[in-house]
C-alpha cells in the first residue's frame, strides 16, 4: 500500500495507539493501582509535626490536642484543578468551623507559596502549610492518594475516615459523619 491510502492508514493506527494509551493511563491504570493499594480507612495516622504554616493557625496534624476533625488537603500552586477547588475547600471551612482544614504542599520555593496565598486572599480562608521534608508523604500514600488535589478527613482521634478527591460530594457527607461520631 502506497500514497494518500497509505498515509491516512498510519494515520489511523497511530490515533488508535495514542488513544489506546490515553485510556490506560487515565482509566485503567489509576484503578488498577487503587486495587493494588487501598486506602486505609479506620488506621490511625500517626502525628505529623514540623509542618510551616504560612496561613491561619498551625496544628499537628490529625488535630487531636483540640479534639478536632481534620482535613488535610495535598495541593499545589501550579495544580490547575487544586486552585479551582480552594473555593470550594473555603466553604466547607467556613460550612463548618469545629473541622481543622489545612492544605499542604510539597513545594520548595515558600516565597512562591506565599505570594499565591496572598494573591488568593480570602479565598483561600483556612490553615496553609509547606511539607518540603515530605513529611504528608506516608499518610497520603497510605489514603491511596496518587495524585492531586487529594483530601484526607480524619476523626477527631486521629482515625482516617475518608480519602479521595476534595470535590466529591461524598466528601462533605464524611465531614459530617465525623462530626455526628464525634
Same mark, same amino acid.
Request: proline share 7%; glycine share 8%; charged share 20%.
Given at each position: 500500500?502506497?500514497?494518500?491510502?497509505?498515509?491516512?492508514?498510519?494515520?489511523?493506527?497511530?490515533? =488508535?495507539?495514542?488513544? =489506546?494509551?490515553?485510556?490506560?493511563?487515565?482509566?485503567?491504570?489509576?484503578?488498577?493501582?487503587?486495587?493494588?493499594?487501598?486506602?486505609?480507612?479506620?488506621?490511625?495516622?500517626?502525628?505529623?509535626?514540623?509542618?510551616?504554616?504560612?496561613?491561619?493557625?498551625?496544628?499537628?496534624?490529625?488535630?487531636?490536642?483540640?479534639?478536632?476533625?481534620?482535613?488535610?488537603?495535598?495541593?499545589?500552586?501550579?495544580?490547575?484543578?487544586?486552585?479551582?477547588?480552594?473555593?470550594?475547600?473555603?466553604?466547607?471551612?467556613?460550612?463548618?468551623?469545629?473541622?481543622?482544614?489545612?492544605?499542604?504542599?510539597?513545594?520548595?520555593?515558600?516565597?512562591?507559596?506565599?505570594?499565591?496565598?496572598?494573591?488568593?486572599?480570602?479565598?483561600?480562608?483556612?490553615?496553609?502549610?509547606?511539607?518540603?521534608?515530605?513529611?504528608?508523604?506516608?499518610?497520603?500514600?497510605?489514603?491511596?492518594?496518587?495524585?492531586?488535589?487529594?483530601?484526607?478527613?480524619?476523626?477527631?482521634?486521629?482515625?482516617?475516615?475518608?480519602?479521595?478527591?476534595?470535590?466529591?460530594?461524598?466528601?462533605?457527607?464524611?465531614?459530617?459523619? =465525623?462530626?455526628?461520631?464525634?
Amino acid at each position: 500500500m502506497s500514497g494518500p491510502l497509505a498515509w491516512l492508514f498510519w494515520l489511523v493506527k497511530n490515533i =488508535a495507539i495514542m488513544f =489506546a494509551v490515553m485510556v490506560f493511563t487515565n482509566v485503567i491504570l489509576p484503578q488498577l493501582m487503587k486495587a493494588l493499594n487501598p486506602p486505609q480507612i479506620g488506621t490511625l495516622v500517626k502525628p505529623i509535626r514540623g509542618l510551616k504554616f504560612l496561613k491561619g493557625r498551625s496544628f499537628t496534624i490529625p488535630d487531636v490536642e483540640s479534639k478536632r476533625v481534620t482535613v488535610l488537603e495535598n495541593w499545589a500552586t501550579w495544580c490547575g484543578p487544586c486552585v479551582r477547588g480552594i473555593p470550594h475547600l473555603t466553604e466547607l471551612a467556613k460550612r463548618y468551623p469545629d473541622v481543622s482544614f489545612v492544605g499542604v504542599t510539597q513545594e520548595q520555593d515558600e516565597s512562591v507559596v506565599q505570594a499565591f496565598i496572598d494573591k488568593m486572599g480570602d479565598e483561600m480562608d483556612y490553615s496553609v502549610a509547606v511539607d518540603p521534608r515530605g513529611l504528608t508523604k506516608e499518610v497520603v500514600a497510605a489514603s491511596g492518594g496518587m495524585g492531586i488535589p487529594h483530601a484526607i478527613l480524619m476523626d477527631a482521634k486521629g482515625i482516617m475516615v475518608w480519602a479521595g478527591h476534595p470535590m466529591d460530594a461524598k466528601f462533605e457527607e464524611a465531614i459530617q459523619s =465525623a462530626l455526628k461520631a464525634q
